[in-house]
């Protein structure tokens, strides 16, 4: 079985602050695909990023990066110099290939970042 | 390009009546997904069509929900009758056809059911 813990559901920032959302996810397929999904007000999921289990590489876009480590089970992403634009509620989803059903994704609750003027 | 169009986008119905809820995919994606999220809960996948067909419909919760998509383009997806547990946001998303990094969501249908 899979599963995707996001542990913080709420956390709060003044602008400009850096920012960390922690994803932790359990799953016994040793090829596995990781996402993070924004969910700004208007309420659609909005694509962020994907990984899948063979690239550990850290990635930074803009003022968005991405941490994997496998030995910790973890996908967390760090928002530096956050802005007001940035609130939204941030999901970590995780997804399998199972005979090209590679999108059956499983989501983590959710984190509603707040950033404050 | 127009994006995933879900409608309506708000529906607020009795307990035991029926809804229909319309996803309109990007045009050409083969792909098309249903998802939801009940309140305070993970959003779980429903089901997964490819064209016309249900590829994978193990997360429909039983058979009050029917799914279905009329030629490969739009999907509809009924619940009847609905029930007080069936209140949540209902998401869908698609993809073109293939191996593909993302699915693009529409902005959901947040069903309360009375």
């Known amino acids: 079985a899979q599963k995707v813990t996001q542990a913080q559901t709420e956390i709060s920032v003044v602008e400009k602050e850096d920012v960390t959302l922690d994803c932790v996810y359990e799953t016994r397929d040793t090829t596995y695909y990781l996402f993070w999904y924004k969910q700004p007000p208007s309420g659609e999921l909005v694509f962020l990023i994907r990984r899948n289990s063979f690239d550990e590489q850290n990635e930074i876009s803009g003022r968005y990066s991405w941490n994997f480590q496998k030995s910790t089970s973890s996908f967390n992403f760090t928002i530096t110099a956050s802005q007001v634009v940035d609130s939204a509620v941030y999901f970590c989803a995780l997804s399998y290939n199972r005979g090209g059903s590679n999108y059956k994704l499983t989501f983590g609750k959710g984190t509603l970042l707040t950033v404050n003027p | 390009e127009a994006g995933v169009t879900q409608f309506p986008s708000h529906s607020v119905i009795e307990k035991g009546q029926t809804v229909t809820l319309r996803c309109d995919p990007i045009?050409?994606?083969?792909?098309l997904y249903w998802y939801r999220r009940v309140m305070g809960k993970e959003i779980k996948f429903l089901l997964h069509f490819v064209k016309e067909s249900k590829q994978d419909e193990s997360g429909m919760p039983n058979n009050r929900f029917l799914a279905e998509r009329t030629g490969g383009t739009y999907s509809t997806l009924k619940v009847q009758p609905a029930e007080l547990e069936d209140s949540g946001v209902y998401f869908c998303a698609s993809s073109p056809r293939g191996f593909n990094e993302k699915l693009f969501f529409g902005s959901g249908t947040q069903l309360s059911v009375l």
């Open positions: 045009s050409g994606h083969d792909n």
